[in-house]
Nanobody, 120 residues
């Protein structure tokens, strides 16, 4: 069984920074893409940033230049450094990863979510 456990959310003021972490654990034979999504109240879940197994990254236009996604393959962990946070960044942030199982198939997993609140 595989688990994704997020940490690092919290309450910050506009302009502050936060770093989210997501660690994968369990029976893992490899991890392909890893990503962060977010969902604000009344809105659909949206992709924030993605990082491939080779380190290539993609970002939502709304976070380009402020957020940085990175990964530590030795720790099976993905990070999201969020700088210059804005009230519109407030949401529950979810970690997502495509993890290779025993027989080679890539299986999508989601974390439980971590709340980010941006308010003065």
């Amino acid at each position: 069984q595989v688990q994704l456990v997020e940490s690092g959310g919290g309450l910050v003021q506009p302009g502050d920074s936060l770093r989210l972490s997501c660690a994968a654990s369990g029976t893992i034979f490899g991890i392909d893409a890893m990503a962060w999504h977010r969902q604000a109240p009344g809105k659909e879940r949206e992709l924030v940033a993605m990082i491939g197994s080779g380190g290539g990254t993609n970002y939502a236009d709304s976070v380009k230049g402020r957020f940085t996604i990175s990964r530590d393959n030795a720790l099976n962990t993905v990070y999201l450094q969020m700088n210059n946070l804005k009230p519109e960044d407030a949401a529950v942030y979810y970690c997502h990863a495509w993890i290779r199982g025993r027989f080679g198939a890539l299986i999508p997993y989601w974390g439980q979510g971590t709340q980010v609140t941006v308010s003065s």
